[in-house]
């Protein structure tokens, strides 16, 4: 079965600092596409990046950017020098038929 | 302004009401989806409808019954739930399905609480 594991439950860092999110997925899938969604207070997911499967290439926008390993099925993303602004929940998603499998969550807090 | 708008946010319901949840996508895409988030569990796909016909049915308890009516318009009815029913219902649409490589945008969310 398809699975997503983000294994950190909850970081703090204090702002300017740079923090990682972990995820790793599991899939028989050749084909498959993964997702980073941001939930902030107000309950919204925001869509941040898709990748599919056969796409390693790293990508970077802004502050952020996305690790995609194959050989280690992990899908990281990496926020440079934190803000407040970005504190709230963060999901990795992978495709499974017409589903997205989530992931359950990383709760990030940025303190002034 | 959000593509998907979801009304209301917020419903306090009792356990014998009957009670509806609405969403409208101003996207013009072809599928629509309905998500549980509960606390403490991962998201939950509830439906999944693809040009106006159910096509995903995650074993979801009759209590809670969708209606699509168009492509840009979804509906939850809710009936008789419980309180462990209690969660942010998510409604979400994509340009077609997800198997297709599509993202799923998602709605602001109905906070639902039953009493």
């Known amino acids: 079965a398809q699975k997503v594991t983000q294994a950190q439950t909850e970081i703090s860092v204090v702002e300017k600092e740079d923090v990682t999110l972990d995820c790793v997925y599991e899939t028989r899938d050749t084909t498959y596409y993964l997702f980073w969604y941001k939930q902030p207070p107000s309950g919204e997911l925001v869509f941040l990046i898709r990748?599919?499967?056969?796409?390693?290439q790293n990508e970077i926008s802004g502050r952020y950017s996305w690790n995609f390993q194959k050989s280690t099925s992990s899908f990281n993303f990496t926020i440079t020098a934190s803000q407040v602004v970005d504190s709230a929940v963060y999901f990795c998603a992978l495709s499974e038929g017409d589903k997205l499998i989530f992931g359950t969550g990383t709760r990030l807090q940025v303190f002034p | 302004e959000t593509g998907v708008t979801q009304t209301p946010r917020h419903l306090v319901m009792g356990m014998t009401n009957k009670k509806s949840l609405k969403c409208e996508q101003h996207?013009?895409?072809?599928?629509m989806y309905w998500y549980k988030q509960s606390a403490k569990k991962p998201l939950e796909l509830m439906f999944v409808?693809?040009?106006?016909?159910?096509?995903e049915n995650n074993s979801v308890p009759s209590r809670f019954s969708p209606e699509c009516p168009n492509s840009s318009h979804l509906f939850l009815h809710l009936h008789t739930l419980q309180p462990e029913d209690s969660a942010l219902y998510l409604c979400?649409?994509?340009?077609?399905?997800?198997?297709?490589?599509?993202?799923?945008?998602f709605g602001e969310g109905s906070w639902l609480t039953v009493v």
């Open positions: 979400a649409s994509s340009q077609d399905r997800v198997g297709s490589g599509n993202t799923i945008y």
């Open positions: 990748r599919n499967s056969f796409d390693e």
């Open positions: 409808y693809s040009l106006e016909e159910r096509v």
């Open positions: 996207l013009g895409h072809n599928a």
